[in-house]
């Protein structure tokens, strides 16, 4: 059974930081392309970042410059690292991992923006 569980969301101010991860179990984690997402109330789900098994990163432009995504094969874990944070960023983040056509979702971590 594959798992995704986030962790590092939280309260920031404009400006702040944050990191969050995801790790993964119950698959080889090499095996799978990994993405964050992010869904605000009333909005859909919107793509954030991605990074392949062989490491390339791509971003969405609202994120672009600001946050960074990485893995840690060993680790089973990838990361997000976002700077910069603005009250447009506050969402539920959700993790997901694909392979063989098959999307795995995390249940999400908060990030909540505020002065």
């Known amino acids: 059974q594959v798992q995704l569980v986030e962790s590092g969301g939280g309260s920031v101010q404009p400006g702040g930081s944050l990191r969050l991860s995801c790790a993964a179990s119950g698959i080889l984690f090499n095996l799978l392309d990994m993405s964050w997402y992010r869904q605000s109330p009333g909005k859909q789900r919107e793509f954030v970042a991605g990074?392949?098994?062989?490491?390339?990163?791509n971003y969405a432009d609202s994120v672009k410059g600001r946050f960074a995504m990485s893995r840690d094969n060993a680790e089973h874990t990838v990361y997000l690292q976002m700077n910069g944070l603005t009250p447009d960023d506050m969402a539920v983040y959700f993790c997901s991992g694909r392979a063989w056509d098959v999307d795995y979702w995390g249940q999400g971590t908060q990030v909540i923006v505020s002065p």
């Open positions: 990074i392949t098994t062989m490491g390339r990163a």
